[in-house]
């Protein structure tokens, strides 16, 4: 059974910095895709930046510069290093893995429970 464990949210002021972290576990063999997408109340959720097993990475308009995804395949954690933070970046963020091979051989998607970013003007 793989579960998804995000960290790293809460409160900053506008200009300051997070980093979010997203651990899987269980019965792993590999991940293809990581991600962060993001979603406030009456939206829909959206991909903030992703990154493939082999490193490529793709970002948001509104978050290029500013964010930053990295991913440790030995310990199957995406990053999302958040500076130069605005209000616009206020949301629920939430991890996502998908490909995830389990060592039965079943290729499954998965989400994180999601972690609160604020960030007060």
């Known amino acids: 059974q793989v579960q998804l464990v995000e960290s790293g949210g809460g409160l900053v002021q506008a200009g300051g910095s997070l980093r979010l972290s997203c651990a899987a576990s269980g019965s792993i063999f590999s991940i293809d895709a990581m991600g962060w997408y993001r979603q406030t109340p009456g939206k829909q959720r959206e991909l903030v930046a992703d990154?493939?097993?082999?490193?490529?990475?793709n970002y948001a308009d509104s978050v290029k510069g500013r964010f930053t995804i990295s991913r440790d395949n030995a310990k199957n954690t995406v990053y999302l290093q958040m500076n130069s933070l605005n209000p616009e970046d206020t949301a629920v963020y939430y991890c996502n893995m998908d490909g995830v091979v389990t060592t039965t051989g079943g290729v499954y998607l998965y989400w994180g429970q999601g972690t609160q970013v604020t960030v007060s003007s």
């Open positions: 990154i493939t097993s082999g490193g490529s990475t």
